[in-house]
DNA sequence: ATATGGATTAGAATAGTTCTAAACTTAGAA
DNA sequence: TTCTAAGTTTAGAACTATTCTAATCCATAT
C-alpha cells in the first residue's frame, strides 16, 4: 500500500505534517467523520491544528482524488477515505453510514430504466436499520 | 384538486395566509426552490413575512406531509412540493433539479441486489446534462 | 543554505438555520 | 358576535458549518 507521502507526492502537493495526519486518521476509517470530528481527533496528535486546515486540506485532497466528500446530511459535509465508486447506506436509528458496493446499481443500469435522461452519475443513499440497530 | 385550507385543515393545522401563501407557491413549481429563494418570492406579495415563518412553515408542512425535504445539495435544503415517492435528477451544468418517477428504481429492486442490508427507503440522485444543456 | 511559493494559522466574516420572547391571529366555546 | 386559549408570526439574536483574510511559516528546488 502506498505511503501517504507517495501519493501527496504523486499530486504534486506538499508533504505536510497535517496533510499525512489527516490522511492518516482517514485512512482505514469508515465511519465518515464530519470535518469537525478530523479536527478533533486529529488535534489530540497536533494540538496547533487549525480547523481552516482541515477544510483545506480536506478539499485539497478531494481535489487531487484522494478523498471523497458525501452527501448523506443535510449540515454537515461527511468524509469518505474510499474513492472507488460506491453507494452509501444510513441507519435511521443509529445514523451509521457505511458503504455499498458499486455494482448494486450502476449508472448503465439506471440509464436504461431512465429514458430520456443522460445519466453520468449515480448517487445512492439506502436507508434502513443496520445489522447493529436490528 | 384540495384547496390549500381544506389541506391544512385535514392535518389540524390553522389556516393562515402565510401558509397559504408558501403552498401556492410552491404548488406547480418544479424546481426545487431554497428556502430562500420562496421567502423572496412570498415577500412579494405579502411584504412582512418573515424568514423564520418560512422554515417553520416548511418544516411544519414536510411533518405534515404536505412537502418534502429534498438533499441534493450541501449547503442548502431544497423544497418540493412532489410528496409522492420519486428521485431526481440534477443538471451538473445548469444546477436544475428534475424529479424523476420512482419505479425506475425502487427500494424492492435494490433489496434484491444489496444482499444483507434492510433498505426500507432509497434515494436516488441522478446526475447529468438535461436537456436543455445537451 | 536560501529563496519562494504554497501551506498553516487564528480569528473575522458569511450563509443557512434555529431560537427567543413578545405581539398577533385563528378557531372554537360561550 | 365576543372572548379566550392555543397556536402562529415576527424581528432579530444566536448558533453552526464553512470560507475568507492576511500574517507567518515551512517544504521544496536550487
Redesign the interface.
Known amino acids: 500500500m502506498k505511503t501517504m507521502s507517495t501519493m501527496l507526492k504523486a499530486n504534486d502537493l506538499a508533504v505536510t505534517a497535517q496533510r499525512t495526519a489527516v490522511m492518516e486518521f482517514l485512512h482505514g476509517n469508515t465511519d465518515h467523520p464530519s470535518v469537525d470530528t478530523i479536527y478533533k481527533r486529529v488535534k489530540k496528535r497536533f494540538p496547533y491544528i487549525s480547523r481552516a486546515t482541515v477544510y483545506n486540506t480536506v478539499k485539497t485532497l478531494t481535489r487531487a482524488g484522494m478523498l471523497q466528500?458525501v452527501?448523506?446530511?443535510?449540515d454537515k459535509?461527511r468524509v469518505d477515505s474510499n474513492v472507488s465508486r460506491h453507494h452509501h447506506?444510513k441507519c435511521?436509528r443509529c445514523g451509521r453510514i457505511e458503504d455499498?458496493p458499486y455494482d448494486?446499481?450502476t449508472?448503465k443500469h439506471?440509464s436504461e430504466?431512465?429514458r430520456?435522461?443522460?445519466?453520468?452519475?449515480?448517487?445512492?443513499?439506502?436507508?434502513?436499520?443496520c445489522?447493529r440497530c436490528?
Chains 1, 2 share one sequence.
Do not use: W
Not at 116 to 129: I, T
Open positions: 466528500e452527501l448523506v446530511q443535510q459535509t447506506f435511521v455499498v448494486i446499481l449508472a439506471v430504466h431512465a430520456g435522461y443522460h445519466v453520468e452519475e449515480v448517487r445512492v443513499v439506502m436507508e434502513g436499520r445489522k436490528r
